[in-house]
């Protein structure tokens, strides 16, 4: 485990954790997950089709939202940060932008969950099924709140 304080770490250091810990992370985790959703779906689409759908009409467009969240931190939020720009209103209105896309998919975490009865894979699911729901439970226990 990193012993790191991240509140006392320098601002550039904390960037580059957050690009080589969560961005290389969510990049590898999210294709994987939706892949093994469609796997999923393919295979148990005849007794759990509607669960199924409806969490992929969920997951799909969080992992686009995920996507461009992930390129606008790396293009522009931190650009700005690391080479202290301070026009159109500084850093201020990208992590306004950031904050909501954070809790756009905390909410889609939230109606997954709903979807999925506590991520509570059925009786005949297979280990795909099961892997699935306990991957996505990892990724859905609740953030901390953010700092004012």
């Given at each position: 485990m990193d012993a790191t304080d991240w509140l006392a770490a320098p601002v550039p250091a904390l960037i580059d954790h957050i690009l080589?810990?969560?961005h290389v992370?969510?990049?590898?985790?999210?294709?994987?997950?939706?892949?093994m959703l469609a796997k999923v779906l393919q295979a148990h689409g005849d007794r759990h089709g509607e669960t199924l759908r409806e969490l992929t009409a969920g997951y799909a467009p969080m992992k686009a939202e995920l996507d461009a969240h992930l390129l606008k931190e790396e293009r522009i939020l931190f650009l700005m940060?690391?080479?202290d720009e301070s026009h159109c209103g500084g850093v201020h209105n990208p992590i306004r932008v950031m904050l909501y896309e954070h809790d756009s998919a905390g909410d889609a975490l939230v109606q997954m969950r709903r979807?999925?009865?506590d991520y509570t894979p059925?009786?005949?699911?297979?280990?795909?099924?099961?892997?699935?729901?306990y991957e996505l439970s990892d990724g859905a226990r609740p953030a901390p709140p953010h700092p004012p």
């Open positions: 080589a810990t969560h992370y969510m990049k590898l985790q999210l294709p994987r997950l939706e892949a940060i690391r080479t979807i999925t009865a059925p009786a005949d699911a297979c280990n795909t099924f099961r892997a699935l729901y």
